[in-house]
């Protein structure tokens, strides 16, 4: 179901397939290709309630991932104000 606009901004919606970050009890994944809508203006993504459970199922099949992504870590305070 399309919303409407974005709670945060009232941004307009699109729909993409796009990788999203799916935090399930307490652990962090990424997963591709899932479509999601998301605020054309601010970026926040609304999961559709079907795929929100897809993403769970797939969360719970933890280790079937093959893949991992890593991140460059910084801190805040590494430049001096
Ligand atoms: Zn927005």
Redesign the pocket.
Known sequence: MKPDK?E????GMEYRNTLVRFRYKGQTIYVEHVPVWV?N????QYFDAKIYKHLEIIARQKERIQREISFPLATFEMVAA
């Open positions: 974005c945060f901004c009232e941004g605020c203006h601010c970026g926040e």
